[in-house]
């Protein structure tokens, strides 16, 4: 039974929206669906929260190692959610301006918008820059050449990073238009060559085969996997019967 | 006399305005030919107006005698035009009316603005238009029979299998290795990290990860190796916490499992990544697992447990994502083989004939490339050689391939 209400309601639900994707009458449903689901996932919040608050407050209670982390994220935790909910420093709206609360808390230069701005927007910009460190030390590695494979890769990545820079473009004109003076040849036939396109050409067309091969397979897989699900052939993700 | 005096004054006036008003601010010529039509393929909320531009509104004209059409509607039987449905803009040559009653018959009325706010003559569609609501939408005829071809060979090859007929299913290194992460990590006696991406269950990949969670629990309530799971999403913990469950207690240890080794995290794409990479750097899992839809943060995870020396196992669909997991991880999963993972990992016959049935749509795939690029090739051919007949002939059937089957032209040109 644990199992089955699940099944029957992903099965319906599913096969609602593939319905309302062919039957004009039945659109509305499938929007209604994915309404259902935005409900949903709002009213879980609270069930993540609570996992959140209740981890962090045992980890802090039982003075585990890394409790002072746990502190920190209850402070912030509590301290958000407080500013949020008070609307702490967002004037009223212009519709009421008789009632203190009516304004969004979203509002500019509000509590919940200053966190967010000078608070959450830095640090997650910091992480995002590690990304730079990472791409670096990922590419050494990457690129050694070890085998005809990696030699490959690196020429390929050589000419797309060298020709995506101003640096290709000056470095590449230079001994085309060389070869075009000494050999007579037309500078128009020679232009393929210039890094800034070379590279323009092995990502449009090299490196676009490859990703479209990859897409349609990830269509089927897709498909396939819905599929199982909906007609209930795969139920691992639905837990156990007991 | 004072009165006369008045009246050549004003006409005065009037006389001298005329000469001062500024060429735009003359009343533009009314649109031509305006035509209303039910709107195909909707459920009969749609009406489709066309017209013939103002002679006024010319595309290279400045300043622009025309800067918009109004457009009203009304019920037959009504006196007015009361109901303003859209403004379209200049140059604008037809306009959908999504707001209309199953049914009911309007009547449309169009004139061109000017930027001063002068409006044309107006022009009205000529007899009443019904919204009529389609039972099908012609336009995805062929995806519906791709669909349904792809969909039917999945379900036969899932019967064939259960009739008992040997499936030959390819190995997949990063699935084998399975075994080998978490056997290592109960060898070092650290934990399996097992992140399911970053987006909610609505997405198929978290439920191809979901899937794959379940077979690494069920080795690692065998091995009795501990499982970290850090979620982005409250429906995810919830999930993953019933499918780890339901694996331990496959394996015969419903004892060991620890319901808070699966937890929330936050929402936020680089807050989840600084929670979990904290972690990965003060626990120092020795497997860890990358198995749904990830973007940006593939690679600060991936690396981060490059750095902590684990063996990694990665499967996402997002394309973008899977060079950094290929340069960072021990083994990659690539797009469909992430989704096969559950039927190749269970070996149970009516999941495997699923695979069987994806291959189906495959040889459907490069069957309708082979031929679009045969098509095309010899139209090209043709096309040097001085075009002829045969020229236009393969074109048709190149555009037929691109706007019909794989477009949205509907069955037919």
């Known amino acids: 039974m644990k199992r089955t209400v699940p099944l029957i309601i992903a099965a319906t639900v599913g096969f609602v929206v593939i319905i309302s994707w062919f039957i004009p009458y039945a659109q509305s449903w499938g929007q209604n669906v994915m ?3 935005d409900i949903l996932a709002a009213i879980a919040i609270v069930l993540g929260g609570g996992n959140l608050v209740k981890m962090h407050l045992r980890k802090v209670s039982d003075r585990r190692s890394g409790w002072g982390y ?9 301290t958000t959610l407080a500013i949020g909910l008070s609307k702490f420093g967002v004037n009223p709206s212009e519709l009421y301006p008789d009632y203190v609360w009516s304004g969004n808390h979203l509002q500019e230069g509000g509590g919940f918008w200053w966190i967010y701005q000078y608070l959450y927007l830095p640090l997650a910009s910091t992480m995002f820059a590690l990304l730079a460190f990472f791409i670096a030390s990922a590419a050494f590695r990457a690129f050694r050449a070890k085998n005809v494979e ?17 640096a290709g473009v000056i470095v590449s004109k230079a001994p085309l238009e060389w070869i075009s003076t000494t050999l007579g040849w037309q500078t128009d036939a020679l232009e393929m060559f210039r890094l800034d396109r070379f590279q323009e050409t092995i990502m449009d067309t090299f490196n676009a085969w490859g990703n479209r091969a990859i897409m349609i397979g990830i269509a089927l897989g897709v498909a396939s996997l819905s599929l199982k699900v909906l007609l209930g052939v795969d139920r691992s993700y639905l837990g156990s019967q007991e | 006399m004072r009165i006369a005096h008045l009246s050549l004054s004003v006409m005065f006036l009037t006389f001298l305005g005329s000469f001062i008003t500024p060429a735009h601010a003359q009343v533009p010529a009314p649109p031509a030919d305006v035509k209303a039509k039910d709107l195909p393929n909707d459920a009969g909320h749609g009406i489709l107006l066309t017209w013939k531009l103002s002679p006024d509104d010319k595309i290279d004209m400045s300043p622009r005698a025309v800067i918009r059409y109004e457009i009203h509607r009304k019920l037959e039987g009504e006196q007015e035009f009361n109901t303003k449905v859209g403004e379209p803009t200049y140059q604008k040559t037809s306009f959908e009316d999504k707001k209309c009653e199953l049914g009911k018959r309007y009547f449309y009325q169009i004139v061109a603005v000017a930027p001063d706010g002068s409006r044309s003559k107006p022009r009205i569609t000529t007899k009443a238009t019904i919204a009529v609501m389609q039972l099908f939408d012609t336009r995805r005829t062929w995806f519906g029979i791709i669909l349904l071809l792809v969909g039917g060979a999945v379900v036969y090859f899932i019967q064939v299998a259960q009739r008992g007929q040997d499936l030959k299913i390819r190995k997949i290194a990063g699935l084998e290795a399975f075994n080998e992460a978490v056997g290592r990590a109960t060898e070092m006696g650290r934990s399996c990290l097992f992140i399911p991406g970053i987006l909610d269950i609505n997405d198929m990949q978290t439920v191809a990860g979901i899937t794959v969670l379940s077979h ?4 690692a309530a065998e091995y009795d190796a501990r499982l970290e799971v850090p979620t982005s999403r409250s429906l995810v913990m919830t999930t993953a916490r019933e499918t780890v469950q339901a694996a331990y207690l496959g394996a015969g240890r419903p004892d060991a499992y620890v319901e808070d080794n699966i937890y929330y995290l936050t929402d936020e794409q680089f807050g989840y990544v600084a929670g979990v990479t904290g972690s990965m750097v003060r626990d120092k899992p020795a497997a860890c697992f990358y198995m749904g839809a990830f973007f940006a943060e593939s690679l600060i995870l991936a690396e981060t447990g490059n750095a902590i020396g684990a ?7 997002m394309p973008s994502q899977l060079p950094f997991f290929v340069a960072a991880c021990d083994y990659t999963l690539i797009g469909e083989e992430f989704f096969a993972a559950s039927a190749y990992l269970s070996g149970e016959p009516h999941q495997l004939g699923s695979l069987k049935g994806q291959d189906f749509g495959k040889v459907v795939g490069t069957g309708l490339l082979a031929i679009g690029c045969l098509f095309a090739t010899a139209a090209a051919c043709s096309q040097l ?29």
């Open chain 2, 216 to 219: 690494v629990a069920g080795l």
């Open chain 2, 385 to 413: 050689a001085g075009g002829s007949e045969l020229t236009k002939t393969l074109n048709t059937t190149v555009d037929f391939i691109k706007d019909n089957i794989l477009g949205d032209k509907g069955f037919l040109p």
């Open chain 2, 311 to 317: 063996i990694q196992v990665a499967g996402t669909a």
């Open chain 1, 35 to 37: 309404i259902w689901f």
């Open chain 1, 150 to 166: 990696a030699i490959i890769l690196l020429g390929t990545a050589f000419f797309v990073l060298f020709g995506k820079t101003y």
């Open chain 1, 70 to 78: 746990s502190l920190i994220t209850l402070l912030a935790f509590f």
